[in-house]
Nanobody, 115 residues
Framework: QVQLVESGGGLVQPGGSLRLSCASS????????MAWYRQAPGKERELVAR???????YYADFVKGRFTISRDYAKNTMYLQMNSLKPDDTAVYSC?????????WGQGTQVTVSS
């Protein structure tokens, strides 16, 4: 059973930055792709960014130019660097890992952008 643990969330002022981490208990080299999703109160979960094993990335339009997704295979960890944060970025951010046959999810970390 693979476990994913997110960290790095918190309260930040508009325009500020946070870096989220997603640590996997499994071998990163067996993961085809990893992604960050978010869900704000009363809204559906949405894809934020995704990174594939070959290094290719995808970003939702609403984070392009502000967020950067990356992976550290040695540490079995994925990151989401979030800059120029806006109040609309407030949500629970969750990571997932696609092993092909199965997808695992973390529990999520709260990000609140407010003055």
């Amino acid at each position: 059973q693979v476990q994913l643990v997110e960290s790095g969330g918190g309260l930040v002022q508009p325009g500020g930055s946070l870096r989220l981490s997603c640590a996997s208990s499994g071998n990163s080299f067996n993961i085809y792709a990893m992604a960050w999703y978010r869900q704000a109160p009363g809204k559906e979960r949405e894809l934020v960014a995704r990174i594939v094993r070959d290094g290719s990335t995808y970003y939702a339009d609403f984070v392009k130019g502000r967020f950067t997704i990356s992976r550290d295979y040695a540490k079995n960890t994925m990151y989401l660097q979030m800059n120029s944060l806006k109040p609309d970025d407030t949500a629970v951010y969750s990571c997932n890992a696609d092993y092909g046959a199965r997808i695992y999810w973390g529990q999520g970390t709260q990000v609140t952008v407010s003055s």
